[in-house]
């Protein structure tokens, strides 16, 4: 079994890049994404060449911090002061109850603009293009988003995860998840985040994904400060990715069950040389 370790919102703080590092260089992770319109992300870009065995995309990111695009050109994307409106603020808005409403509320042409300046932006933080690009926090819900990363990375002839999962047949074993595929709603209180014991689900429910020639494990690894409870309702939760992703005991069962590290980097060489034959 080939297995791939994805931890996004690199660069989203300081903390959560910090934990993210962690669980590259003392655990499992080989995969993450960067956030470009963060006070941190500039740090963290620079973090990205000490890492070369590990596979760095980037990660769309429009319900925090500040666009990157002039404001004037995406207006129902953000407030008066530039910064996205939070994703909590739309999903009270009677439009969120329909797809043709969240377009209304994510209009694609204005996600493009911004789409395309983040692309930019991460080409000037970090030398070169990313090497996969992926959704955050409404790729499952909005259309217009999703179709528009989608668009972004055609456009630049970078992968979007979610469709190399697709042509590769990846089963995923999402931390929430049991049994594989069903996911419950987010849990947004602190103390039960806290409570949360990830690394036991995935412990519990492993084993599945042997059965598979190709399965990943997704998270948000990364510590937490207080720029992070600002900005997100995923918080504390955090710390237990990083937990499972450094754990010895999910070291000792990949090498056990002599299962291949693999990353995006890994999959576009084998969809080229499939092409090639």
């Known amino acids: ?13 300081r903390a959560v890049t910090y934990g993210i590092l962690d669980a590259i260089e003392n655990g499992i992770l080989n995969c ?4 470009v319109n963060m006070p941190s992300s500039a740090w963290a870009a620079k973090q990205i060449a000490a890492h070369p065995q590990t596979c760095f995309g980037l990660d769309f990111n429009i319900t925090s911090g ?8 995406i207006q129902h994307l953000v407030d008066a002061d530039g910064e996205f409106i939070r994703s909590t603020v739309k ?10 409403g969240r377009d209304v509320l994510w209009p694609y042409d204005e996600v493009m603009i911004e789409l395309e300046a983040q692309f930019q932006k991460y080409v000037e933080l970090a030398g070169s293009q990313p090497e996969y690009v992926h959704t955050h926090s409404i ?3 909005v259309p217009s988003y999703a179709k528009a990363v989608s668009d972004i990375g055609r ?13 590769f047949g990846f089963a995923d074993l999402h931390k929430t998840w049991t049994p594989i595929g069903k996911r419950p709603k987010k849990v947004f209180d602190i103390e039960k985040q806290l409570n949360k014991d990830t690394l036991g689900t995935v412990i519990a429910n492993r084993d599945e994904l042997l059965q598979y020639e190709y399965a990943a494990l997704d998270g948000h ?9 600002a900005n997100s309702t995923v918080s504390i939760e955090r710390l237990r990715d990083v937990e499972m992703m450094m ?6 069962w990949i090498k056990e069950h002599h299962v291949e590290m693999v990353t995006y980097r890994d999959l576009k060489k084998r969809m080229a040389m499939n092409q090639s034959e």
Request: aromatic content about 10%; charged content about 25%; glycine content about 10%.
């Open 32 to 35: 993450t994404g960067l956030f």
């Open 221 to 229: 690894p990364g510590y937490v400060d207080a720029e992070l409870i």
């Open 247 to 252: 754990s010895p005991v999910m070291k000792d």
């Open 1 to 13: 079994m080939k297995l791939l370790v994805q931890g996004d919102d690199f660069g989203f703080t």
């Open 155 to 167: 456009v630049h002839g970078v992968c979007m995860a979610k469709e190399m999962r697709e042509h």
């Open 91 to 100: 999903y009270a808005d009677p439009l969120f109850m329909a797809d043709q």
């Open 66 to 73: 500040k666009c990157v695009a002039d404001p004037q050109l």
């Open 139 to 141: 790729g499952r819900t």
